[in-house]
């Protein structure tokens, strides 16, 4: 009887995508902002920073990301609900950032509610994301928050650690606004 799993974490291959898919589907829903045709494109452009996590084999979670204007995105990250809080999602995370050490200098990602805590474990800096038509509101509306950059659409605050409790309460308050903590990291 075999008494030790191995594990392996190392960059998917083409024959990993589908499985990596079933993943993100199963633990983040179907309906993401990033649907698989658009991600299968990043994969073939930057393979580099689609890594996943290997038990005797089988691919039990997922990270994957791609460059931006200044960054390096974490676009979206997944552990198989039966592995999850093993630790596996962080070295997920360790890996992506030792990759993407060599070629950039900063990593973004846009943190759901219950991941809030995860990435600031990870040492990741929070700022909150505001977006909101221009005509439903303007600056003025959040001139009690600590504002980083504002465009006509968009305002960043600053965060000095997350509080899901106080986006729930802006989410109420500006019912057609949509909050968001957006986590930051020099590597």
Request: glycine share 4%; charged share 35%.
């Amino acid at each position: 009887m075999k008494l030790f799993s191995k594990l392996k974490i190392k960059q998917l291959k083409e024959k990993d995508f589908s499985n990596a898919m079933k993943i993100l589907d199963n633990e983040l829903g179907k309906k993401r902002v990033r649907d698989r045709n658009f991600l299968h494109h990043k994969f073939k452009e930057f393979p580099e920073f689609f890594i996943g996590i290997f038990l005797n084999k089988e691919l039990v979670g997922v990270v994957c990301g791609f460059p931006r204007e200044n960054y390096l995105l974490i676009s979206m990250i997944a552990v198989d609900s039966r592995f999850q809080r093993r630790g596996f999602g962080k070295r997920l995370v360790e890996k992506f950032e030792q990759v993407a050490k060599n070629k950039y200098s900063k990593i973004n990602v846009g943190a759901q509610d219950k991941a809030i805590n995860f990435y600031y474990a990870l040492n990741y800096e929070p700022f909150s994301l505001i977006q909101f038509k221009k005509q439903d509101y303007s600056l003025k509306d959040f001139k009690d928050s600590e504002i980083i950059k504002f465009t006509p659409n968009t305002i960043e605050v600053e965060v000095k650690k997350p509080d899901i409790n106080k986006i729930k309460q802006l989410r109420k308050k500006f019912p057609k606004a949509y909050f968001q903590y957006i986590f930051t990291k020099k590597i």
